[in-house]
């Protein structure tokens, strides 16, 4: 069994969930599709969704929400 990284296209903010009241986009554990968002970054008041970019199961993530991240920084890992 293989893992695929979802890595961060832009530094920023990291957000689990679409706003602070609302459940997180994924949980770990669930399933996901190419075209899912997994999440969204912040840069200077600006929100880009990101996508998972991969197919499989199981997705972890390894950054909690509001972490800081950076470009390139791997912010889930999901079995293929």
């Known amino acids: 069994m ?3 990284e979802i890595r961060s296209p832009l530094p ?4 689990r969930k679409p706003s ?3 459940p997180p986009f994924k949980q770990d554990g669930d399933t996901v599709a190419t075209s ?12 880009h969704e990101i996508q998972a970019g991969v197919e499989g ?6 950054v909690e929400d509001g ?13 293929q």
């Open 2 to 4: 293989s893992k695929a």
């Open 12 to 15: 920023g903010t990291f957000y």
């Open 20 to 22: 602070p009241d609302s």
């Open 36 to 47: 899912d968002v997994v999440g969204l970054i912040e840069v200077m008041k600006s929100f």
């Open 57 to 62: 199961r199981a997705v972890s993530f390894l």
């Open 67 to 79: 972490d800081a991240v950076m470009a390139g920084q791997v912010l889930a890992e999901v079995e």
